[in-house]
């Protein structure tokens, strides 16, 4: 990403660690049920978040760039909405 960005992520009481999503730095916390996964890529900025096990949410994670390469149309909305 051109420039700097900062994320502001809850990590009190949680289960959080770093990682990758697809050779990006990736952010990775459980806090009680909830799990989430916040990263960059290119211009885009990632958050998922729900009441999920983390290997799903990060299968899923994996997975967007191709869902979003599929559907040009999601990926321009995406775009504009950020």
Do not use: Q, V
Request: proline residues 1%; contains cysteine; glycine residues 4%.
């Amino acid at each position: 990403m051109n420039g700097k960005h900062d994320m502001i992520l809850d990590t009190e009481d949680s289960d959080y660690r770093e990682g990758t999503i697809n050779g990006c730095e990736a952010y990775f916390n459980t806090k009680n049920s909830d799990s989430s996964i916040a990263w960059m890529d290119d211009n885009m900025i990632y958050n998922l978040y729900g009441n999920i096990e983390m290997s799903e949410l990060k299968t899923m994670a994996e997975n967007i760039k191709n869902f979003l390469t599929r559907c040009p149309y999601l990926c321009y909305l995406f775009r504009n909405y950020i």
